[in-house]
């Protein structure tokens, strides 16, 4: 059964996966860099969030993946709405 922490963190992952996504239309290199930084870190924290059963392991791994994917959102989304003011203002 998937916890209310698991719908969390998947949401929190799927948000930031689609606003990398949404930066393909602005920097594709950019947008690849955070591809792959998302998959590497998402893959390790997953992972060890899942299957390492140490005594609080799971919170550190949930809250290293949590902060780790709201830092990649804010800058990702800082540098997607500086792309649409620039290139608004540029066109105006």
């Known amino acids: 059964m998937i916890s209310s922490d698991d719908i969390l963190l998947i949401s929190a992952s ?10 393909f239309r ?12 998302f998959v ?13 059963k140490s ?3 799971g ?7 949590l902060l780790t994917t709201g830092i990649q959102f804010f800058l990702v989304t800082t540098v997607v709405i500086g792309t649409i003011i620039k290139r608004t203002s540029s066109e105006a």
């Open 14 to 23: 799927l948000i930031t996966l689609a606003i990398i996504f949404l930066c």
């Open 26 to 37: 602005y920097s594709k290199t950019f947008a690849r860099i955070n591809i792959i930084l």
């Open 40 to 52: 590497i870190y998402s893959a390790y924290f997953y992972f060890y969030l899942y299957f390492d």
């Open 55 to 57: 005594a609080e392991a």
């Open 59 to 65: 919170l550190i791994w949930y809250a290293a993946l």
